[in-house]
């Protein structure tokens, strides 16, 4: 694991112990949470923004203007998620998750990597590419490799198929939206891991815990519009921040 700061060190030691102080700790989860696991950020080097125009092909209209165009990003997409594994900082939510110490993670992410590592109380902000679903009738699919027989996929219904991701121009499910805010608005501390926070909806939700009297704390690689607001805001990866805090916080209690 790399070496940690002084600065981080400190900084760590801090949220160890508010941490186990905390009656009610939500995690808010972003793109930088699965870049170790090798899914680019989107908007970074290397996204699927770099080589598709979201306007193109990542907005609804798009998609029922022209669905075989549309599923060139969503096939890339379902490869690059079905390619990547939970990295450290998945797998260290998810044992703080089962320690009783963190009520559940918030994610704009669609590759269910915090359900794989372990992770069960997960809000899927922008769905996932689990299934496919259809507009027309509703009706699911857990098989997301149809396309691979026919692009775009057809339901039975004949209307064609998509993950059940948001796409731009859709709103958030109003269930998710729901226990989201209700989660934000209640927990005393949020850990804030791999996002801006700049993309509304979900950027609202670190200010409902403010709101509240809770407390944001910043995991980024670097500042963001958020470090301002931060309580506590650490530079780093979080594959490595994270496993760093799960040690010291089991050093301190009983497992």
Request: contains cysteine.
């Amino acid at each position: 694991m790399p070496k940690l700061s002084k600065d981080n060190e400190k900084k760590l030691d801090e949220l160890a112990g508010l941490l186990t102080r905390s009656k009610g700790t939500a995690a808010m989860t972003g793109a930088g949470a699965s870049v170790e696991s090798g899914i680019p950020d989107f908007r970074g080097k290397g996204g699927l923004w770099s080589r598709y125009d979201p306007e193109e092909y990542a907005t609804i209209f798009a998609f029922q203007e022209d669905p075989k165009k549309v599923w060139k990003m969503l096939a890339e997409l379902i490869v690059t998620v079905e390619a990547a594994d939970p990295n450290p900082g998945h797998i260290a939510l998810a044992q703080l998750e089962s320690m009783g110490m963190l009520e559940g993670i918030i994610t704009q992410n669609v590759d269910g990597l915090h359900q794989r590592a372990g992770s069960k109380n997960v809000f899927e902000y922008h769905g996932n590419c689990r299934s496919l679903k259809c507009d027309k009738c509703f009706k699911r699919y857990t098989d997301v490799h149809m396309y691979k027989k026919q692009s775009p996929p057809l339901c039975s219904c004949g209307a064609p198929l998509r993950p059940d991701v948001v796409l731009f121009d859709e709103q958030i499910p109003g269930a998710v939206q729901r226990e989201a805010k209700e989660l934000a608005s209640r927990c005393e501390l949020m850990l804030v891991i791999g996002t801006s926070a700049v993309v509304v909806p979900a950027a609202y939700l670190p200010y409902m815990t403010k709101a509240n009297n809770g407390k944001l704390i910043e995991i980024n690689t670097e500042g963001t519009a958020l470090t301002q607001d931060a309580d506590i805001s650490i530079f780093g990866e979080s594959g490595t921040i994270l496993p760093a805090l799960l040690k010291i916080i089991k050093s301190r209690v009983d497992i």
